[in-house]
């Protein structure tokens, strides 16, 4: 029947985890329509494949069209995860508003509504522990089971499967819970557990936390103190003395002990704590948040100015190139480039500005940070990589950031560049603050995620600057604007702006390192000696400097521990 004809509000709550997803579907006065169970969707596990075929699976069982949804999967963390999740979802159902976060967030709202204050305990496949208290958000755990998890079903399973097996190793015979795990996976012998768990997915594993936890209690009280620490961590950090708080998952709805035992524990690091029961199944969260699912509560695309940026302009110059020889192509882009030099020293005082910010910034114990997306961040990579091999500085002094993360130094990551919170949540994570220089890289003078870092940059007090070829959309951050024109291939920056954008960066680290005393007349005498090349390098400053032999050289860097600076006192 033809549900998309509908035109009824009806809303569309998602939450994916490690077992299971459960959607369901209301109406405009919050009664559930319809419901879908499923399996497992962890984001950070599934391919974009897998999502989109658990996505599709709910759109084929939960009609009509939903006005609006919510989707709320479990390893949906970051801003990228938040983004990633937001396109699947749009390919799905498109232009339907949605709001996207994950399942701790509908665990929340199931708990105690979209906006109350409160702390919620999840025990399920995975643990985490998330509150709030009114605009302030906090959580302790999710980190996934490869670095923590600590509580969940999945760890128990794991700490106890560990401890059975070196039972069976140091005395030879089957213990009550290790026998129990290989009859619930009939199994005939503990060396078949190997294969197994090379198969076994997180949900297959944490599904034997109650074969692990009958009657052992140490290992119920360790589950226990670990997700009350993380519960008193969250607390502590939102200034809640007197919490409401929540406890729900799988493992602590079919675990009674266990529930007990946290409440317990918490009431001893929280006294004033009083704990609730969610009332209802927490897919039920994801159906609150849908109504959120407005243009302001949503995360947007930044597209910057309209005006189009000179880097998309075509080049007269060089329009026919299809019709072009070799040769005439070759003086083509030689022709384009040698423009670069000349737009350079027409703005050479805003090069040495920056340069005599980074110096200060230098002397005073501040770093240099470049921010960049596509050829603009890798060339940021580049030149704040090559800083520790020329010039032996701590790899923390001039630090590069990618839109995308290392993933982008090799291939394109869709939708990073556009990201602007991503780049707030990547200065923030650096702990950028007042003594620092923050450069952002954008041939466009509009790019989302690095104007995002440079905002946030300023306003955790560091001194800024935007690197383009195109007037950037304010003059919020000091611009340093090089008019190299279009390029050979319409807006294919990594040609001139390329150029240009190498150039500069070699000038705003090399000049700095010089008048740290890096350099000696214009031999780099703090070059880290870490191969034969860069070995003989050293022979050469040292014995060009002193006035003696090579061999002398060698000698002296020998007892020195390769130290340039040392060889030549």
Known sequence: MGGEARTDVCFLGVEGGGTRT???????????ISRLESGSLNLKLSSDAAVLHRLREIK?????RPTSL??????????????????LAEQVWPGVPAYVGSDTDSALAAAFGAHDSGIVIISGTGSCVYGRNGSQVARAGGWGHLLGDHGSGYWIAMTGLRAAIREYDRHGRVSLRLG???RRLCLNSPDELVDWIQRAGKDAVAALATDMLEGDAGLMLQAASFLAQD??????????????IALTGGVLRHHRKLAILVGNRIHTMLPGAKIVHVPSESAIGALKLAGLATPRSMLTLHRGPSSMPVTEIRNPRTMGLDKRSVSQLIDSMLHEEARVIPALWKNKPAIEGAVNRIVRAFKRGGRLFYVGAGTSGRLGVLDASECPPTFSTDPEMVQAIIAGGATALHAAVEGAEDNRE?????????GVGKRDVVIGIAASGSTPFVLGALDEAKRLGAETFLLCFSPPPSTAHTPLLFRTGPEVVTGSTRLKAGTATK???NMLTTIPMIRLGKVVSNLMVDVKPTNAKLRA?????VATLRGGSEDDARRRLVRCGWNVKKALR
């Open 22 to 32: 459960v959607a369901l579907l209301a109406d405009r006065r919050g009664r559930i």
């Open 60 to 64: 084929r069982g939960l009609a009509p």
């Open 70 to 87: 919510a989707l709320c999967l479990a390893g949906c963390r970051t801003t990228a995860d938040h983004f990633r999740a937001r396109a």
């Open 180 to 182: 129990r795990a290989l």
């Open 231 to 244: 519960c008193h961590a969250v607390a502590q950090k939102l200034g809640l003395e007197k919490p409401r």
């Open 422 to 430: 991503a780049g707030v949540e990547a200065v923030g994570m650096r």
């Open 503 to 505: 150039l500069v960066l």
């Open 537 to 541: 390098r050293a022979c050469r400053i």
